[in-house]
């Protein structure tokens, strides 16, 4: 009688691609929580309203109206990207200790998460690719497809 010998190499395909699509979605929260977590745990923290008047290639200026007693300001900047045109008023939320503003609302939060939807839909190429798990890669590409979706229609 022979034996059946069986190769460690699809395991260990499995393992690596597991790691890789793991790896991504993990850069995505990381690359997305630096913002995000200034509109998600934004209580306690100043509030207010952006009235943007100019932007440079990289930040936009305006008059900052914060929520209560204080008067407005002008040395306050926000990221300037798609979701942030001149002339525009948002909501935004001042970041402890500095003068930069982030959005709030579904459109700031969703802005904020657009890293890991990218990851998202990256990481179902790998699981649906290298793992062979169409499911799981399904499930991933759609909740990604979903945040870039939704982000789009909110800005």
């Known amino acids: 009688m022979s034996k059946k010998r069986t190769s460690a190499l699809p395991y260990a395909r499995v393992a690596a691609m597991g790691l890789v699509a793991l790896l991504l979605v993990v850069a995505g929260v990381w ?55 001149k002339g525009g008023v948002y909501p935004v939320v001042v970041k402890p200790d500095t003068r930069e503003l982030v959005r709030t609302g579904w459109a700031g939060g969703l802005h904020a998460w657009l890293p890991l939807g990218g990851a998202l839909l990256l990481a179902a190429l790998v699981i649906g690719g290298g793992m062979r798990l169409t499911r799981p890669a399904w499930v991933s590409a759609a909740a990604g497809g979903t945040l870039l979706v939704g982000a789009f229609l909110a800005l």
């Not at 998600?40 to 305006?62: F, I, K, M, P, Y």
Request: hydrophobic share 30%; proline share 5%; with cysteine.
């Open 31 to 85: 690359a997305s929580w630096g913002t995000a977590q200034h509109v998600l745990l934004s209580q306690g923290r100043e509030h207010g309203t952006l009235t943007v008047t100019g932007c440079a290639t990289d930040v936009c200026t305006g008059r900052y109206e914060p929520d209560g007693p204080a008067g407005p300001r002008t040395d306050m900047t926000i990221a300037h990207s798609v979701a942030v045109q």
